[in-house]
């Protein structure tokens, strides 16, 4: 399998990590393995495509940060969301789900390659 296109990876950044975030807490390096292991490898996160959206997020007020201690003994920086950054998951969703939906119209009687 091919990797995703970069454009497709960043239109969907926040959406994945706004919905990451409302399952648990979690620091950078967690949701990038996260979402290594969930598009079965075909999307790999580097720090500088990841932070870059964590802290528009957190400039927005869509989530906040907290530096706690890990069960290693290292300082880990946490994101968690938060009620404004709910109602942006929730938008981001039927934002998603209109686009799935229409191309799933356009995509029903797709012509074959010949």
Do not use: F
């Not at 929730?90 to 356009?106: A, F, G, S």
Request: charged letters at 30%; glycine letters at 6%.
């Amino acid at each position: 399998m091919t990797k995703i296109s970069k454009e497709l990876v960043g239109a969907s950044a926040i959406p994945i990590i706004l919905s990451i975030l409302d399952e648990k807490d979690s620091y950078g390096y967690e949701i990038m393995q996260k979402v290594k292991v969930m598009s079965n490898k075909r999307i790999e996160w580097k720090e500088g495509s990841l932070y870059p959206v964590l802290h528009k997020l957190e400039k927005n007020g869509n989530i906040k940060s907290l530096w706690k201690m890990a069960e290693n003994g290292r300082h880990r920086k946490y994101y968690s969301i938060n009620k404004k950054g709910r109602k942006a998951l929730q938008d981001e969703i039927e934002n998603w789900k209109l686009v799935h939906n229409m191309l799933t119209e356009l995509w029903k009687n797709l012509k074959p390659i010949q």
